[in-house]
Structures are given as C-alpha cells and as structure tokens.
C-alpha cells in the first residue's frame, strides 16, 4: 500500500472515531438531560408531598389503615424532601365574625315567652339556642294559619309557649301519658295519647289538623330506633313540601350509659395523612339517624332520583337539627 492511501485510511479512521465521540457525547448529553428532567419532576413532586398525598408516613394511623387507598401507594418510599422554613403555627382566636348576628326581635319574643312559661329548673326547659333557630326560621311566617304537630308534649308547657308564638296556628301535641292539665284548650288546639311510632295515632293527627303539617317537632323518647320509625311514617306524608321537620335533644347518643342506644364519644381523626376511603364515625342513636337523614340529602335527591325522603336543607346545630322537605 503506498504512503498516500496510508495516510488517507489513518485519516478516514481518526474521523469517523472523533465523529463516533461526539455522538456519544451528543447521547450522554441527551440521557443526562433526561435525567435531570426526572430529578427535577422528583424534587416537584417531593415539594408536593408535604402538602398532597405523595408522601406517607409509617408513623401515620391512617397510612396503614386497610381503607386508607391503593395499596400500591402505600408500597413507594419516597425520600423525606428537604425541610422548608417552619410554618408558623394556627393560633385560636376569640375574635366573633360580624356574621354572628344578634338576636332578632321574634328570637327576643320567643326567649321572653319561654322565661315565663318554663320554671327555673324545670329540665324540660327548651335551651336558648333552639328558640332562636325555631324564631329565625319561623318568626317571619309565625301568624300565618299553619299547621305544627309536636311529639312528646309532657306537662304541655311547649303547647302554651306555642299558642302564644303562633296566635293563628293549628297544632297537635302528641303523648304517651293522658292528656296533661296544662294543656292549653283552645279549638285550636288537639291532643292525641299514643306511642310515637303508632301509625294509626299519627294519621289520626293529620286528620285533627285538616291536613298535612308545616311543622313537626320530635320531643319524644330521643331514642333513635322510635324517632326514625315516626320520621318514617311522617316526613312521606304528613309533611308538606316545603316544611320543617326538627329533632331535638339529638345528643343523647352520646348519653352513655345511662341512654340505651348511647355510646361514648371517640373523636375521630379529623385530616389524617394518606387517602382514606371511609371515614369513621358516631353512628349510635340519634346522631347516627341523622346521619342516615343526610345521605337522602345529598344523593339521591341532588341528582333529581327518587327517595322516600326527599330532605332539600339539614340544619345541624348543637344537640337539634332542622330538615326541609324538598
């Protein structure tokens, strides 16, 4: 081979080997972007972790909670992400919103006439609380003729308090002792003795109305299994669309032992780490029923299905709550 095709072929060969370098160069760089690329979507999403569902810790109750999630998200171990500046902590205040509002002139009327109605002591007492709702919701319709059926009446205090409250109202007291002597006897007034879960006295009620109720007011047993039964055989039919139905004292489901469908209070955790999938909680007595009340709340009845009790609004306050018929 001559000395000039010599040296054309160690050219050849030192060029192809310089281009085969910086190819390889070229792809390193591509991998190591790529690499970097993923670096940074590691470091997004660890950012994420302290504020999202990507990082979970082994010290968490609810991380290794059999309804916690997927349990293939419980199996990637994703490293601690650097520690950002402390946040401060989220101290209570007693600072009243001006949404608070104050007492309006039926809530002061209605406060006013219990105080003179109910004894000092008297446990049967209903607490401010429920005359002020009872009087936002219904002072400003409260001498319209409407029609109230209260289970579970006692000595009938809560009947003269309501005569007074509603001067053009018709209304049924329910009990299951005789008719007490205090018992107001108006012509606008009726009283049927009978258990709160007989359907023959509840229709017999609707009957010495005229008709279906605006308002019904459960003061009974406060026992979940005989409230739920009355709220069976009312809300469907004696209830008019559009009216109330109201529970009180729902708090005895926390009573225990004293109540029979009580049971102690067991905070449940509020916020927990991971993806939980049930959220536990009290399902005892009337704060269970309740419950129960808003799940026809939310669905079928706000996808336009059918429910047996079609419930538009839930109103729960501490220890009553108030349910509008759709």
Known sequence: MQFMDVAALLAGIGLFSLGASALACLLFGARLARHSNRMALLRWMRSLSDHTIFKKSDASPAANHPDSGDSRSRDVAIPDAPQGPAVPPISATSERSPLSASLSEDARLLRQIGAEMYQAGDLSTKPSLYLDEYANLFGPVRELPLRIFEIGVQRG????????????????????????????????????????????????????????????????????????????????YALKAGGYYVLEDICTAFNYPSDYDAAPFNPPVIGCEGMPKVFPSHQ????????????????????????????QRVCALTNIAFLQKA
């Open 157 to 236: 205090v809560s009947m003269k308090m309501w005569e007074k409250f509603f001067p053009n109202a018709t209304i049924v007291g329910l009990d299951g002792d005789p008719q007490p002597s205090g018992f107001p006897q108006s012509p606008r007034f009726h009283f049927v003795q009978a258990w709160q879960d007989d359907a023959a006295a509840m229709q017999k009620a609707v009957q010495l109305a005229g008709g279906p109720f605006d308002i019904i007011i459960d003061d009974a047993s406060h026992l979940g299994c005989h409230t739920a039964r009355s709220f069976a055989l009312l809300f469907p």
């Open 284 to 311: 005892h007595g009337m704060v269970g029923l309740l419950k129960q009340m808003v799940d026809h709340a939310m669905a079928p009845t706000a996808a336009g299905g059918y429910t047996q009790f079609p419930i």
